[in-house]
């Protein structure tokens, strides 16, 4: 009885031990015969829920694709073309700025061989692969794979042969895939558009209806509509009636337009509009034209006999009339309106919904047709409006700065997709500081433009907003070496698609850095742009960490890990942590995944996969994660003294900056008692 017992505890806590070892994928193996010459090696692969493993077709600069290696050394068979993998899924990753294709659940790949000999053969391989979940990435992983294949030799193709296998074999993939295409590009939809939100496009085009009555255009038609309604009108009831007529019939005209839009482009292609690049240079250069129109290079309006034959039908009274009104004043303020349209229009297509134009118009319209409505119910109210004046063109003028520094996001969605580098996070962020400088200035009369009226002072609540203006501006100049810039975080290219992706004088691997160089110790670089000092050799990092006497933070980190970038870009620059990892630890960076080859006295067996050796200094660092830790998963944060023992237990991915902070101040403090 008490070996059964120590048999079971030796059993759970060998189970504890390793439980942090993650193994999320496991592959099979299988041959799937063509001809009698021909056959597929098939690949399996089984992912556990909430991992995913990466394609085989990743673009530079990405996570580590999945790649096989097959032994062919008495050229026993002949591959046949790339190895095939199924269709996956493809989503922008906003940390790496790129398109990357990945699969969950369950991955097939297929290589076509041909044999060359009629012996029974066994085939051997490997396949190095990396996977993922929401909050951590493990290393590099290689695995071993094996086949037995036996057939009638056949002879070898030649390339031209090759090609026009692979041509017919993707045209019957791309026919029997249409419906299930069909199918995703539906999930896709469905997807994109609960992620917008109509509630939220609603809400965004009801503010921007209230925008709109602030232009020239359309708030000195209130009071003259308003009085139109209730001289003409044999009562107040009656007054009010029509009034709410006209309102509707404004609601009705644009949500019209909205419908237009969507019947014509149709679901599937606004969905595809978001990535396009043709779409998003073309509504960069229509946003051009809108903000030099708001800005006063000229105006945009549409023929006047449209007006003129609107009017006459305006004449006819009664409920046509009416409508015929409310048509008139969608086309008189057009060069007012059209823009602000325009825009929202733009914006709910390129959320990818059927309803998201409708929903934006009829957000837009009801914010246009209230006012008209409430001052005909009670006309006192007029009284309390501010008179026309000078102030309308600043509203007008502001928009147009708006509009500039929007139209520069189409611009970046193009250079991303077509990664042309020409838009990259620094210029981006430097054309958004111009834009919102230049509409400060303005803000404070330091720049007249064509239609604005003679300045003779700045009221209160232009300063105001000249005020937080030129803060937002100044926020974003440390963007320009690699802050975050949280707040406007959805509009400028990701932090990878810079030309200095991690800062300015940061080398996470070959040294550099903006401060004095002379005070870093040998084998230290410079993290910028919050300037930590890091070693990349642990050997080094810890004898340099008894120098000093700091504790010592290891930084199991990866050159491809997302959620390691997340904590580098959204935790470490808040200054309480950044003060402790500048000045009270000294960190050691060692990335698992790390490509350079070992130095030939440094390649030695790996104790966690007999037979195998490790080749890569990346390899050399998991496995010591592995082995000392228990766990190959990063990021992952260990405090140690100088004795290499735990402060206190380490922890992953930590989102939450004061929980993190926690983490060090305990680690520090702890270290100091000793």
Known sequence: MKNVIFGILAFLFSANLNAQIHDPVSY?????????????????????????????????????????????????????????EGKGHTSFDKAFGMDIKYFENTATFKQHIRLLTNDKIDIIGEIEYMVCDDTQCLPPTYKDMSFSVQG???????????????????????????VKTEIKNKKEKK?????????????????????????????????????FFTKQSKSKAAGIKNAIIYGLAIVVIYVFLGFVVSYFFGADALNA???????????????????????????????????????KQADRGGIVGIFFMALALAIVSFSCTGPIVGTLLVEAASGGSYAGPIIGMLGFSLAIALPFTLFAAFPGWMN???????????????????ELALAFKFL?????????????????????????????????????LPHDSPLTHISVGRLSLGLVVMSFTLYMIPGLWGAPLNLISAFPPPQHYAESPYGVGYSRLGGGGTLSLSKIPEGAHLL???????????????????????????DFTGKACVNCRKMEQNVWPKSKVLNILKNDVILISLFVDDKRSLDEDEIVDSKLNPGKKLRYIGQKWSEMQAIKYGTNAQPYYVLMGHNEENLLDPVGYTPDVDEYLAWLKKGVAKFEKH
């Open 28 to 84: 099979t193996t299988s041959v799937e015969k063509i001809s009698d010459s021909d056959f597929y090696l098939i690949v399996t692969a089984n992912i556990d829920k909430g991992w995913h493993l990466y394609s085989q077709n990743v673009p530079e600069n990405g996570p580590i694709a999945t790649a096989f290696q097959f032994v062919n050394d008495n050229n026993q068979f002949q591959l046949v073309g790339k190895t095939e």
């Open 152 to 178: 009638i030799a056949g002879a070898m193709l030649s390339n031209t042969e090759i090609e026009k296998l692979n041509q017919k074999k993707e045209a019957t993939v791309e026919k029997k895939s249409e």
């Open 191 to 227: 997807s994109k558009q609960e992620k917008k939100g109509l509630w939220t496009i609603f809400i965004i085009a009801f503010f921007s209806g209230f925008i709109a009555l602030l232009t020239p255009c359309v708030f000195p038609m209130i009071p003259m509509t308003v009085s």
């Open 273 to 311: 509009l978001a990535t396009n690049v043709w779409f998003n240079l073309a509504f960069f250069v229509l946003l051009i034209i809108f903000a030099a129109s708001f800005l006063g290079a000229f105006e945009i309006t549409l023929p006047s006999s449209w007006g003129t034959k609107i009017d």
């Open 384 to 402: 309390s409006l501010p008179k026309s004046g000078g102030w309308l063109n600043t509203v007008k003028v502001v928009l147009g700065f708006l």
């Open 412 to 448: 970046s969605n193009a250079d991303l997709v077509l990664e042309l580098h020409w838009l990259e996070r620094e210029v981006f962020i430097a054309i958004w500081i111009a834009v919102f400088g230049a509409l400060a200035m303005y803000l404070f009369g330091k720049i007249q």
């Open 528 to 554: 910028a742009p919050h300037d930590i000092m890091s070693f990349d050799d642990y050997d080094v990092g810890l004898a340099y960490a008894k120098k000093v006497n700091k504790p010592v933070m290891i």
